[in-house]
């Protein structure tokens, strides 16, 4: 049976991604930060249809705590895990200038170096795992102004993909599957949301089925490593104009 740790996974893209898994038959474990609540209602929701799940807590810009949470998985009934998807993120406003040191750490630890510890860790301590999937963002391919230190964390997976898919080969695939807008964050208006929207050049409104069907691919496919799926209808050509709108 396929065990997968999904971070960031009590709501919103991660949730989704869940409960898609479990339908097919994987252990998922929900990890969470904030949202205990909706991490225990996405498990039951899972467990009433069939599915089987856990939740974990931990904060991710703490290593103690991924620690942590890795001993408590390897040491529970469904420790063996062989799927790593590093979901968990922070969106945050700010330019270059007017980040201050406070919000670059809170973005750069749990978008970069949590990947980086959490995967390296589960490389190490898990026999079993195969494959490790991070959640980049297709937007981050051009300037986003707004969210100038997310771009440079998201845009830095992709690299630290490559390097992993060399260090952790042969045993592990590692991919990066970069989505373009799917959800309106707490951080946008609705008008830029919106004027974002306009930008993608395919109309379509099936990019979560996309998003998940491309996950179901990376969890099947024996040979791609090191690489990166983009699935954004087209959004990246167009997001360096909609981003300074
Ligand atoms: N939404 C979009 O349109 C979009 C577009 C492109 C790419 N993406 C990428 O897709 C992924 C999911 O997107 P999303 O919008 O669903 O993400 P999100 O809501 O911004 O964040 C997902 C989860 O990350 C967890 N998290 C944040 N800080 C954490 C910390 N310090 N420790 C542990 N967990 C922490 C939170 O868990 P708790 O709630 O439990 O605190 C949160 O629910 C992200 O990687 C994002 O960058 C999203």
Redesign the pocket.
């Known amino acids: 049976m396929e065990t997968v740790l999904i971070?960031?996974?009590?709501?919103?893209?991660?949730s989704l991604i869940a409960e898609d898994l479990a339908a097919r038959g994987c252990f998922v474990w929900i990890?969470?930060?904030?949202?205990?609540q909706?991490?225990r209602e996405l498990c039951d929701k899972i467990k009433n249809h069939g599915g089987q799940s856990d939740h974990i807590k931990?904060?991710?810009?703490d290593i103690s705590q991924i620690d942590g949470m890795l001993t408590e998985i390897s040491e529970s009934l469904h420790g063996r895990l062989t799927t790593l998807i590093?979901?968990?993120?922070?969106?945050q406003n700010g330019t270059l200038q007017t980040t201050d040191s406070l919000d670059w750490d809170?973005t750069i630890?749990?978008?970069l170096r949590?990947v980086w510890y959490l995967s390296g860790r589960f490389a190490n301590r898990f026999p079993g795992a195969k494959r490790i999937l991070t959640?980049?963002?297709?937007?981050a391919e051009s300037y986003m102004p707004q969210h100038s230190v997310?771009a440079l964390s998201?845009h830095a997976l992709k690299f630290l993909t490559e390097q992993m898919a060399n260090e952790f080969a042969p045993d592990i695939r590692v991919n990066l599957i970069?989505?373009?807008?799917?959800?309106?964050?707490e951080y946008e208006t609705q008008n830029t949301w919106d004027n974002r929207q306009r930008r993608t050049l395919l109309k379509n409104d099936e990019i979560v089925e996309s998003i998940l069907a491309g996950i179901r691919f990376l969890m099947q496919d024996p040979g791609m490593t090191g690489a990166e799926l983009i699935i954004d209808n087209g959004f990246r050509f167009n997001a360096g104009k909609a981003n300074i709108r």
Do not use: Q
Request: proline share 2%.
């Open positions: 971070t960031g996974a009590a709501r919103r893209v991660g990890h969470y930060h904030m949202h205990e909706e991490a931990a904060d991710l810009t590093n979901n968990a993120s922070v969106f809170k630890n749990t978008n949590a959640i980049g963002d297709a937007s997310y998201k970069s989505p373009g807008l799917v959800l309106k964050s």
